[in-house]
């Protein structure tokens, strides 16, 4: 069966300083990944989609960076966090079948 | 015209009682349309979904209600437990998108034991 991996499930970081979430899937190959962030809230923002390794697209225009170095791996990266980077941060896949699952989610608060 | 607009944002319902909630969209190209549900501090999880060539669909206490004519969708929570409050998002997703959903801003849902 497929899963999803993401971690870490909370991160407290300072202005200025640099992240990296990382989320694997298990069970399936060639995943459609997705990075969402979701405000307190508030609703799902896609920040960046990728159909293959290398291939990312970003949605929104921000502070922030992904990367899919294999084909099951999805990194979420910044340079340097702002206070406004600060929120609850989605990893997710889907294959041919539509439905999109996913992981547990990072809690990232920006201090 | 890539947009679904959902609502209310909120909602507060008795135990028992059924909770509707409405999604609209404008692009004609849809033809997938699930319903996510989420706990908070939880990832969405796939609840119920439906395509266009049906106009209902039932799953236990969750149904999907699809009007293609006026391009709006609805989920109806009969029985409504305190267990089922949790926010709810609809989505929606183009033919040819690879499957990347358009989402609603999501409802919050409270059922009052």
Redesign the interface.
Do not use: E, V
């Given at each position: 069966s497929q899963t999803i991996h993401q971690w870490p499930a909370t991160l407290v970081q300072p202005v200025g300083s640099p992240l990296s979430l990382e989320c694997t899937v298990e069970g399936t190959s060639n995943p459609n990944l997705y990075w969402y962030r979701q405000a307190a809230g508030r609703g799902l923002q896609l920040l960046f989609y990728s159909v293959g390794i290398g291939q990312i697209s970003s949605e929104v225009p921000q502070n922030l960076s992904a990367s899919r170095p294999q084909d099951r791996q999805f990194i979420l990266s910044s340079k340097k966090l702002l206070l406004s980077d600060s929120g609850f941060y989605l990893c997710a896949w889907n294959g041919g079948n539509t439905e999109a699952f996913f992981g547990q989610g990072t809690r990232l608060t920006v201090v | 015209q890539q947009q679904v607009k959902q609502s209310p944002q909120s909602l507060i319902v008795q135990k028992g009682g059924i909770s509707i909630i409405n999604c609209a969209y404008e692009n004609t190209a849809f033809d997938?349309f699930?319903w996510?549900q989420q706990f908070p501090?939880?990832?969405?999880?796939?609840l119920i979904?439906i395509r266009p060539d049906v106009s209902e669909k039932k799953e236990g206490r969750f149904t999907i209600s699809f009007n293609k004519s006026a391009k709006q969708f609805s989920l109806h929570i009969m029985d409504s437990q305190p267990g089922d409050s949790a926010t709810y998002?609809c989505a929606a997703?183009p033919l040819d998108s690879?499957?990347?959903?358009i989402?609603?801003?999501?409802t919050?849902l409270i059922i009052k034991p």
């Open positions: - | 997938y699930p996510y501090g939880k990832g969405p999880a796939l979904a998002f997703s690879n499957y990347q959903l989402w609603g801003a999501g919050k």
